[in-house]
């Protein structure tokens, strides 16, 4: 399972768009990167899932150049209601285990 | 759908005391798990399991057992509590997926436990 090293915390302001950047220098070549949302006394929610390049849905967007070594999810517009826990999780659908760190806890402010 | 429901959403538990955290989920998913969450902090794996009759340890499995028995539930027993026990848990559910992309999970709305 490949590691993964994300900032501990970001304040952002509404109507900013905020960037949280996950990096995982040891993904391996069938690995995905995949996002959580959690938001305070629930369950962590799927955000967005890609391997290369761009995806974009209706949340957020995701960026990951080529070498794969690092990740960024993109949260356009963001509004208070997007305060919440981010994890970013990269594996394989061999990996038994889905393991979380400790995320990005993202402060968005009036 | 429910989706993964968990029973109960709060509990107190003296010292040595056992009990049973449940989760059932109505998705058909082979795949669930358990994890922890402390305050402050990420979620840590406890047990998982591939289908019915299929059971794994994650990263913190000490004292915790864990059965499947059917494809809808996987319950989580504290054999006897202690106050390091004290958190949030949630139960995961998901299927496996077939290609090489990750299966979206599922959480619960998690079972705030404290240990007296």
């Known amino acids: 399972l490949a590691k993964t090293t994300q900032p501990i915390s970001m304040d952002s302001y509404e109507g900013q768009e905020v960037n949280i950047t996950c990096s995982h220098n040891?993904?391996?070549?069938?690995?995905?990167i995949t996002w959580y949302q959690q938001f305070p006394s629930q369950g962590p929610r799927f955000i967005i899932q890609g391997y290369k390049t761009k995806v974009t849905n209706e949340v957020a967007s995701l960026f990951i150049p080529a070498d794969r070594k690092s990740s960024t999810l993109s949260l356009p517009r963001v509004s208070l209601s997007d305060t919440a826990v981010y994890y970013c999780l990269v594996g394989g659908y061999r990996d038994d285990k889905i393991i979380f760190g400790k995320g990005t806890r993202l402060h968005i402010l009036p | 759908n429910a989706g993964v429901t968990q029973t109960p959403k709060f509990q107190v538990l003296k010292t040595g005391q056992s009990m049973t955290l449940q989760c059932a989920q109505d998705m058909n998913h082979e795949y669930m798990s358990w994890y922890r969450q402390d305050p402050g902090m990420g979620l840590r794996l406890i047990h998982y399991?591939?289908?019915?009759?299929?059971?794994d340890q994650g990263e913190v499995p000490n004292g915790y057992n864990v059965s499947r028995s059917t494809t809808e539930d996987f319950p989580l027993r504290l054999l006897s509590a202690a106050p390091s026990q004290t958190s949030v848990y949630f139960c995961?559910?998901?299927?496996?997926?077939?290609?090489?992309?990750?299966?979206?999970?599922?959480f619960g709305q998690g079972t705030r436990l404290t240990v007296v």
């Open positions: 995961a559910s998901s299927y496996i997926s077939t290609g090489y992309e990750v299966a979206e999970a599922f």
């Open positions: 040891n993904i391996a070549t069938n690995d995905y």
């Open positions: 399991s591939v289908g019915a009759g299929i059971t």
